[in-house]
């Protein structure tokens, strides 16, 4: 999904920091599968995503306001991304939890 500030870059020349975000989020989201899913499997691979895609976003932003002054229109996105990720923490523990109450 290409986010304004993405073509706002690539108009004032600056694809070369595009591509370096991009490069710097996949390093991460690269790391993150290789710690995480071996630790917590699927759910890890999910958390390396949203990671990856976090740090794509913020740095995107973050350079956006120094150099070309334009509105973040992905608040929306973050909190909803942010929301699901807790919900699908929160759901694992309690499914847990439960799993270990039956058994009981």
């Known amino acids: 999904m290409q986010i304004p500030q993405v073509g706002v870059l690539y108009a004032k ?13 996949l390093c991460v989201g690269i790391s993150s599968i290789l710690y995480l899913v071996p630790r917590i499997g699927t759910y890890g691979a999910f958390l390396a995503f949203v990671l990856q895609e976090l740090v794509f976003r913020f740095a995107i932003n973050i350079y956006c306001k120094k150099k070309c002054s334009i509105a973040f229109f992905d608040k929306r996105v973050l909190v909803g991304v942010l929301f699901i990720l807790f919900s699908f923490l929160a759901f694992r523990k309690i499914d847990n939890s439960l799993a270990v109450i039956f058994l009981i």
């Open 13 to 25: 020349g600056h694809g070369r920091v595009y591509s370096t975000f991009h490069l710097i989020s």
